[in-house]
């Protein structure tokens, strides 16, 4: 990793398992209003943008305005499942103790979000003073703002860092601010990933190798 100096990674999907949990339960919600949508579909359409964006494109296929407490209703139910579902994602905590880099998380959540899902999954202690959020800046992926202001926060250069994401909108989001991307792959989403321009891997340890390639 001798041409890496930072690693900026996304939370949901990346550092915790949420991914499945808030599609779920947003699927759930968003049925009562007509939205008939697989998990599948869900998880790209959704995974990585605002939950603003999601829900104007839940109204845009329903033809239906959500109810003004719908955002604070599918938090509510989010934070609840989360207390008892949440994990950590496999081998990620072993990765991240074994950087010898600098690291930190960028991500489309609220900090207090971001804060709940690190302490939940026993994270939160490797990333003090190293948190990221779209709220921050008022602005979310697909655009670049996120990681080019935590790259900048963090002290280096877009070429210094690599960013670890698993949604198109992420990848596509730090392709633009011209930086190196990881995509976290699985059957549902590789081929998206890898088309927007990212590397694939597939488990942490073979990140490690790929990074520790890394020319």
């Known amino acids: 990793m001798k041409d890496i100096k930072c690693i900026i990674f996304d939370c949901d999907g990346v550092l915790v398992d949420s991914e499945i949990i808030g599609n779920q ?16 579909d869900a998880i790209k359409n959704f995974n990585g943008r605002s939950l603003k964006d999601s829900f104007q494109y839940i109204e845009n296929l329903t033809n239906k305005k959500l109810p003004d407490n719908f955002e604070s209703e599918y938090r509510k139910l989010t934070f609840e499942a989360f207390k008892t579902n949440l994990k950590p994602i496999k081998g990620v905590k072993e990765f ?4 010898s880099v600098s690291y930190c998380v960028a991500s489309s959540g609220p900090v ?11 994270l939160i202690e490797k990333f003090e003073n190293k948190i990221f959020s779209s709220y921050q800046i008022n602005s979310w992926k697909p655009e670049p703002e996120i990681f080019l202001f935590a790259s900048r926060e963090m002290g ?16 596509i989001s730090a392709k633009k601010g011209g930086f190196k991307v990881y995509g976290f792959a699985n059957e549902n989403n590789e081929k998206e990933l890898k088309d927007e321009g990212a590397i694939i891997f597939y488990s942490f340890e073979e990140l490690t190798s790929l990074l520790n390639q890394n020319k």
């Open 156 to 171: 280096f250069t877009t070429n210094e860092c690599v960013v670890i994401e698993d949604s198109k909108a992420g990848v």
């Open 112 to 122: 207090e979000k971001i804060n709940f899902n690190l302490t939940t999954t026993g």
């Open 96 to 99: 991240i103790d074994s950087l």
């Open 25 to 40: 339960i947003l699927l759930s919600m968003a049925k009562e209003f007509g939205l008939e949508m697989t998990i599948e």
